[in-house]
């Protein structure tokens, strides 16, 4: 007893050593595609139409069925031929003739990561579009409007079949990995069994269901259209699609080679197997955040995902055969745990180095949030493997305190997959931060407020609130009407209405006001999106609403 009790706390320890360094070095920190440039610039004033539009991300991309559009200033679609994609560039042909006024681009992609990004910018042909005093038209990477939503996550259903497909995966693998190097001799236990037979037909079936999802959330669709042809094989041309594809294949050989578990022992399926679940792995990381970053990366992500998926797997095996597990298989377990242990390190700190950006983003962004509600689950973790240790002490086997630190995983493994689905900040958090409260439509046409929490407020003046051409004026202010002084200022404006991404205005300081000029292009209720740094801990969010005039 005394050896099992050793060998069930040295797991217990080195599990929890794991999960609390995979919070720490979480693996999604990766930012999404950005754009780094388009062409006509945001707010570009043209003597003449341009032949094409063409944009430059940080990342190569895919295109979506009906993504792009361009709209004129009364708000209709103007029709253009299809748009092409080569690796990080979108070259979009414009119509022969573009009658003289305002249009608005706006686009939504798929990076290479799976991800959605969407924004918008504007140009004018022979109409007066006033520009920041003193800039200039062109390409400029800080008046794209590129957008990515980095405070928004997938819809729910896209965050639980991920979710499904990880827990399937570290069952099999973790059962599998236990009867190939702790325990060949329990390869007939039925509980086994049942787990690995659990792992690919659950693995198979999540890969299903996560290829249909896919299409409706790139799409930014309804859900209801999983089943669309268009929208599934528009997936299946992208890298997520690919290693889905893959990703089903490989399970299906593993079904062959595992569907009898003792069949895994024999001299092939001892290495096709391990082949295999190393396989499912390098798709788990080609599906994710590091398909844009490279093969060094793709490579870290994949053995960051096998490992932790061993020892969570290893994990569950240890409570479905509780006390009948030999001491022996134990202890070849905890080494296999920790060798896991020691390569999740290894791979977290790695991707930590190469992703983290700014402590800050913790509290400014929502993902930041989720990490912190993972930082949580850890400390209950910490409490349930405190009591482990407690009854280990007193040579007891704390089964209860290790099925505790399961379901914990389980919670923790939830919001890995909202973690894996929430756009990360792409910068240092300077355009993120806790929004403020959303005021209503102005009362007056041509000036808004704009609350700034316990910091004061923001007095936003637009002249005139039309589409002739407006000169804005803001003006920050503490609760007694002194000025604040901001190191920077961000606005942004978008069309909900009609489903305009927003579209950044320059903006700069003078003479203790931020003023910029802009030529709304079709009149309307527009969202107005203020960030300011400098004035509190964090940057601050705040929007409002305003009616432009025709």
Same mark, same amino acid.
């Given at each position: 007893?005394?050896?099992?009790?050793?060998?069930?706390?040295?797991?217990?320890?080195?599990?929890?050593?794991?999960?609390?360094?995979?919070?720490?070095?979480?693996?999604?920190?990766?930012?999404?595609?950005?754009?780094?440039?388009?062409?006509?610039?945001?707010?570009?004033?043209?003597?003449?139409?341009?032949?094409?539009?063409?944009?430059?991300?940080?990342?190569?991309?895919?295109?979506?069925?009906?993504?792009?559009?361009?709209?004129?200033?009364?708000?209709?679609?103007?029709?253009?031929?299809?748009?092409?994609?080569?690796?990080?560039?979108?070259?979009?042909?414009?119509?022969?003739?573009?009658?003289?006024?305002? @249009?608005?681009?706006?686009?939504?992609?798929?990076?290479?990561?799976?991800?959605?990004?969407?924004?918008?910018?504007?140009?004018?042909?022979?109409?007066?579009?006033?520009?920041?005093?003193?800039?200039?038209?062109?390409?400029?990477?800080?008046?794209?409007?590129?957008?990515?939503?980095?405070?928004?996550?997938?819809?729910?259903?896209?965050?639980?079949?991920?979710?499904?497909? @990880?827990?399937?995966?570290?069952?099999?693998?973790?059962?599998?990995?236990?009867?190939?190097?702790?325990?060949?001799?329990?390869?007939?236990?039925?509980?086994?069994?049942?787990?690995?037979?659990?792992?690919?037909?659950?693995?198979?079936?999540?890969?299903?269901?996560?290829?249909?999802?896919?299409?409706? @959330?790139?799409?930014?669709?309804?859900?209801?259209?999983?089943?669309?042809?268009?929208?599934?094989?528009?997936?299946?041309?992208?890298?997520?699609?690919?290693?889905?594809?893959?990703?089903?294949?490989?399970?299906?050989?593993?079904?062959?080679?595992?569907?009898?578990?003792?069949?895994?022992?024999?001299?092939?399926?001892?290495?096709?197997?391990?082949?295999?679940?190393?396989?499912?792995?390098?798709?788990?990381?080609?599906?994710?955040?590091?398909?844009?970053?490279?093969?060094?990366?793709?490579?870290?992500?994949?053995?960051?995902?096998?490992?932790?998926?061993?020892?969570?797997?290893?994990?569950?095996?240890?409570?479905?055969?509780?006390?009948?597990?030999?001491?022996?298989?134990?202890?070849?377990?905890?080494?296999?745990?920790?060798?896991?242990?020691?390569?999740?390190?290894?791979?977290?700190?790695?991707?930590?180095?190469?992703?983290?950006?700014?402590?800050?983003?913790?509290?400014?962004?929502? @993902?930041?949030?989720?990490?912190?509600?993972?930082?949580?689950?850890?400390?209950?973790?910490?409490?349930?493997?405190?009591?482990?240790?407690?009854?280990?002490?007193?040579?007891?086997?704390?089964?209860?305190?290790?099925?505790?630190?399961?379901?914990?995983?389980?919670?923790?493994?939830?919001?890995?997959?909202?973690?894996?689905?929430?756009?990360?900040?792409?910068?240092?958090?300077?355009?993120?931060?806790?929004?403020?409260?959303?005021?209503?439509?102005?009362?007056?046409?041509?000036?808004?407020?704009?609350?700034?929490?316990?910091?004061?407020?923001?007095?936003?003046?637009?002249?005139?609130?039309?589409?002739?051409?407006?000169?804005?004026?803001?003006?920050?202010?503490?609760?007694?009407?002194?000025?604040?002084?901001?190191?920077?200022?961000?606005?942004?404006?978008?069309?909900?209405?009609?489903?305009?991404?927003?579209?950044?205005?320059?903006?700069?300081?003078?003479?203790?006001?931020?003023?910029?000029?802009?030529?709304?292009?079709?009149?309307?209720?527009?969202?107005?999106?203020?960030?300011?740094?400098?004035?509190?801990?964090?940057?601050?969010?705040?929007?409002?609403?305003?009616?432009?005039?025709?």
């Amino acid at each position: 007893m005394a050896m099992l009790g050793a060998a069930v706390r040295r797991v217990t320890l080195l599990g929890t050593l794991a999960v609390m360094l995979a919070v720490v070095f979480a693996t999604p920190a990766a930012a999404h595609a950005e754009l780094v440039s388009i062409s006509p610039a945001n707010g570009a004033q043209l003597k003449t139409p341009p032949t094409e539009v063409r944009m430059t991300f940080t990342e190569r991309v895919n295109l979506i069925d009906g993504g792009i559009r361009l709209i004129d200033e009364d708000g209709r679609t103007v029709r253009a031929r299809d748009p092409s994609v080569n690796g990080r560039t979108v070259s979009w042909p414009m119509p022969a003739e573009l009658p003289d006024g305002s @249009y608005v681009v706006t686009w939504r992609v798929v990076s290479a990561d799976g991800h959605p990004v969407s924004g918008a910018s504007s140009f004018s042909i022979r109409t007066a579009v006033a520009a920041e005093p003193g800039s200039t038209t062109g390409t400029a990477t800080d008046t794209t409007g590129s957008t990515v939503a980095t405070g928004s996550t997938a819809p729910w259903p896209v965050v639980i079949i991920r979710l499904a497909g @990880y827990a399937a995966f570290a069952l099999f693998a973790g059962a599998a990995a236990f009867v190939l190097f702790c325990a060949p001799d329990s390869s007939r236990e039925p509980t086994l069994q049942r787990l690995v037979r659990g792992g690919i037909l659950g693995g198979a079936a999540a890969t299903v269901a996560a290829t249909l999802v896919q299409g409706p @959330y790139t799409a930014g669709v309804s859900m209801r259209r999983v089943l669309d042809t268009r929208l599934v094989q528009q997936t299946l041309g992208t890298p997520f699609g690919t290693a889905m594809v893959w990703r089903l294949a490989l399970y299906g050989v593993l079904g062959v080679l595992a569907w009898r578990l003792p069949r895994i022992l024999n001299q092939l399926g001892s290495w096709l197997v391990p082949a295999g679940i190393a396989g499912v792995a390098a798709t788990i990381a080609a599906a994710g955040h590091a398909a844009a970053s490279g093969p060094l990366d793709l490579a870290v992500d994949a053995v960051h995902a096998l490992t932790a998926g061993l020892w969570v797997g290893g994990l569950v095996v240890l409570v479905a055969l509780g006390r009948s597990i030999d001491p022996r298989a134990l202890h070849k377990f905890s080494t296999l745990a920790l060798a896991s242990v020691l390569t999740v390190i290894a791979t977290g700190t790695i991707n930590a180095l190469y992703h983290l950006n700014a402590v800050e983003q913790l509290w400014q962004t929502q @993902y930041g949030v989720t990490l912190l509600v993972k930082l949580t689950l850890v400390a209950g973790t910490l409490a349930a493997a405190a009591v482990s240790s407690h009854r280990l002490q007193q040579n007891r086997v704390p089964l209860r305190s290790v099925w505790l630190e399961v379901a914990l995983t389980v919670a923790i493994l939830a919001v890995t997959a909202l973690l894996t689905t929430t756009a990360p900040p792409p910068q240092i958090a300077k355009q993120n931060g806790p929004t403020g409260p959303v005021a209503g439509p102005a009362a007056a046409n041509d000036a808004v407020k704009l609350s700034l929490g316990d910091q004061g407020n923001a007095s936003l003046t637009i002249e005139p609130a039309t589409t002739t051409g407006s000169h804005l004026h803001l003006v920050l202010a503490d609760g007694h009407k002194r000025p604040l002084r901001a190191t920077r200022v961000k606005l942004k404006v978008a069309n909900p209405g009609r489903d305009i991404a927003p579209i950044a205005i320059p903006i700069s300081m003078l003479d203790g006001a931020w003023i910029a000029n802009y030529r709304f292009p079709f009149p309307g209720i527009w969202k107005i999106i203020l960030t300011v740094d400098g004035i509190g801990p964090s940057a601050i969010v705040t929007t409002a609403e305003i009616t432009i005039r025709g």
